[in-house]
């Protein structure tokens, strides 16, 4: 199983950008997808998840500017970013809890695609 993502780039501070994340392989189903980023200097957060059902949580810092969205048919997790600040520039990480060849899921991470937002 693989994560691919993409569409990070440079934006002007109140820009948007839309971020994909595609899972490859041998999938039997998919529980939660999300996004996380790291910040230079600082730890690993959350941003947002959405469940297999469309439940969705978004971290305080993103409420009312991002949406996650899910195609499930696709196997792909979507981050749309409204409203950028400059302290949302990171490296973000898709994430996958994933059932591969077996009905064991497992956590998959895509490669990181980095976003930055300009004052």
């Known amino acids: 199983v693989q994560l691919q993502a993409s569409g990070g780039g440079l934006v002007q501070a109140g820009g948007s950008l839309r971020l994909s994340c595609t899972a490859s392989g041998s999938i039997l189903a998919i529980n939660d997808m999300g996004w996380y980023r790291r910040a230079p200097g600082k730890q690993r957060e959350l941003v947002a998840i959405?469940?297999?059902?469309?439940?969705?949580n978004y971290a305080d810092s993103v409420k009312g500017r991002f949406t996650i969205i899910r195609d499930n048919a696709k196997n792909t997790v979507y981050l749309e970013m409204d409203s950028l600040k400059p302290e949302d520039t990171a490296v973000y990480y898709c994430y996958g809890d994933i059932y591969g060849s077996t009905w064991s899921s497992y956590d998959y991470w895509g490669q990181g695609t980095q976003v930055t937002v300009s004052s």
């Open positions: 959405i469940t297999s059902s469309g439940s969705t």
